[in-house]
């Protein structure tokens, strides 16, 4: 039986960004005439339909211990998240073929350690699809041309999370993967020609998850090489 809009009970606190409201698209007229009934989030109506985790920027110190794919570079450190402090690996990279971009919800990264990972971490404001921008520069020398980068986002699992609210540290721990995307240096004069990427695959999270991200770099180093990064972490 349908029911009149005004015999609804009245939603008394502020609508949150995934709630629904009745809206009638005129340009489809599957429905009739007049337009189709849908319904539309309170975050797409306010053009407010992405909320930010966190943006921020550093450079990544790269070296021959964390080359070709070995670590996973966390985007964070003890200094902050915009300072020269992305230069620890955080984890061994569970996808050790060159440009592997893994499967969101079910590509984990195991042993972690908390104390290396806590100064990466944030949490999620809002429900939504994980998605990451990157804005990448390069190092001048040459041995970093045409090399792949990767760059992950990953959600702490239980474990993690509960070791982070008991306060008892350790190891052991694992993330799952939840968007990643990746690029390839330019061939030549690499320094001049910053980039920017943005992932498709990620996937939904839960407001309060923590969130954390890393970069991959695929190619073999000599000594170590610097990368300024920018990068952005928002739910869609």
């Known amino acids: 039986m349908a029911t009149k809009l005004t015999d609804l009970t009245e939603l008394a606190t502020t609508p949150a960004t995934g709630d629904f409201l009745h809206i009638v698209d ?12 849908k319904k539309v989030t309170v975050a797409r109506l306010t053009g407010n339909d992405r ?5 921020g920027g550093a450079r990544v110190q ?3 211990a964390n080359d070709n794919g070995a670590d996973c570079m ?3 450190g003890s200094l902050g998240f915009n300072y020269y402090i992305w230069s620890t690996g955080i984890g061994t990279n569970p996808l050790p073929t060159s440009g592997d971009l893994g499967t969101p919800g079910t590509t984990q990264m195991v042993s972690l350690t ?4 806590t100064n990466c971490m944030f949490i999620a404001p809002s ?14 020398n040459a041995e970093v041309s045409s090399q792949v980068m990767r760059y992950m986002v990953w959600k702490a699992d239980a474990s993690l999370v509960t070791a982070l609210e008991n306060g008892t540290g350790g190891s052991g721990f694992t993330a799952t993967l939840v968007a990643s995307t990746k690029l390839t240096v330019p061939s030549s ?10 992932s498709t695959n ?13 970069t991959v770099y695929d190619g073999t180093l000599t000594s170590n090489r610097y990368f300024a990064t920018n990068i952005s972490i928002y739910t869609i």
């Not at 990620?202 to 890393?214: C, E, N, Q, R």
């Open 51 to 55: 909320t930010s985790v966190v943006t």
């Open 62 to 64: 790269i070296g021959t």
């Open 26 to 37: 005129v340009d489809d007229t599957t429905g009739g005439a007049a337009g189709t009934s």
């Open 114 to 117: 908390l104390v290396y990972v």
């Open 74 to 76: 966390g985007w964070g």
């Open 189 to 198: 004069s690499q320094v001049a020609k910053p980039m920017t990427i943005t």
């Open 202 to 214: 990620g996937v939904s999270v839960s407001a309060g998850d923590i969130l954390f991200g890393s």
């Open 127 to 140: 429900d939504g699809i994980v998605t990451a921008s990157i804005v990448q520069e390069f190092d001048a």
